[in-house]
């Protein structure tokens, strides 16, 4: 292999990485419909054919920035979830931080994934489709973990508590300061990640814990 080839191969990564965040941020502004390839070529600073060389077209490109940002929340959250002992009396708090923690934090991609996320669950079919792909086999993951947790408690169950759980976290990760507002608070990032990671597993669990004793 020459010197040179690593370096092309670099260059290439780069300028994959530069579409995909910049795909990101525009989709999240503008939506898929409202975002052109003409418009993610400048803002990630390349020509629209190494963008078309690259993903082809933008419905390859949205499945493509989806499966990247899912990948990373997930491959963390299954981190987290193989430290957790489901014998232990603090392991629901411990399954829903490992639920929660990924998409707050750096995986998660900040506001641009999170306003994008929101949308997932509800979105059209090709969103449905990318859920059903990118995040279901993990959301089953979480449900077999709870009802380790939970003895006696079943599939149905489980499956409600962590859509439940799921929905609570939807409502918070943008971050669009209506929470701080509501609180009468006038900053809106008033309140931290971590603070905002308690409250979820401090509301959730208590929602949980009524589900399964119900």
Sequence with gaps: MSKAEPALEDTATTAVDNILLAAEILFAERGFDGTGMKAIAQE????????HY????????????????????????????DCVDTESSTAVREILEA??????????????????????????????????????????????????????????TAAMSYTLALGSLITVINRNGR???LMGKQDKAALDTEEILRKLVDFTEGGITALTKA
């Excluded at 990630?44 to 963008?51: E, G, I, R």
């Excluded at 082809?56 to 990948?71: A, H």
């Design 44 to 51: 990630a600073q390349v020509s629209q054919a190494l963008l």
């Design 99 to 156: 639920l929660f923690r990924p998409p707050l934090g750096p995986a998660g991609g900040a506001e641009p994934y999170a306003k994008i996320f929101s949308g997932l669950v509800v979105g059209r079919e090709r969103d449905q489709q990318l859920v059903r792909s990118c995040y279901d086999p993990t959301a089953q993951r979480f449900i077999a973990k709870l009802q380790q947790a939970i003895p006696g408690t079943d599939q149905a």
């Design 179 to 181: 929470v701080e507002r």
């Design 54 to 81: 690259h993903f082809g077209t933008k419905e390859q490109l949205y499945v493509e920035v989806i499966s990247r940002r899912s990948k990373k929340i997930n491959d963390e959250r299954h981190a987290l979830l």
